[in-house]
Nanobody, 125 residues
């Protein structure tokens, strides 16, 4: 069974850093990229970053540009989200999701089969 598994969440103070990992047992046919998105309490899902599976092209949401970095290690089937200068507004559950690449963006594939269970990130003093 294809699965994505996120890890690395936790509670840190403002200004701190975290590294999230998304490990895939394998990808569904047709998946061309991995995207990270987050959902804070009472908020709509917000795309954070995406990276394609071959060329390593990336994109970022405006709220995290310059603070977050997405990378991948294909040998480990793992995508990382490096988060720095964290703010209370970054508090959310972070999900990784398989996607389709187009127009410089990773569009998440719909359905629970294409995403992990999420990892909680809490930023507070």
């Amino acid at each position: 069974q294809v699965r994505l598994l996120e890890s690395g969440g936790g509670s840190v103070q403002p200004g701190g850093s975290l590294r999230l990992s998304c490990v895939a047992s394998e990808y569904h046919p047709g998946t061309a990229c991995i995207t990270w998105y987050r959902q804070g309490p009472g908020q709509e899902p917000e795309q954070v970053a995406g990276i394609d599976n071959v060329a390593g092209r990336t994109h970022y949401g405006d709220a995290v540009k310059g603070r977050f970095l997405v990378s991948r290690d294909n040998a480990k089937n793992t995508v990382y989200l490096w988060m720095s200068a964290l703010e209370p507004e970054d508090t959310a559950i972070y999900f990784c999701n398989e996607g389709h690449w187009g127009a410089g963006l990773c569009f998440p594939r719909a359905g629970e089969d294409y995403r992990g269970q999420g990892t909680q990130v809490t930023i507070s003093s």
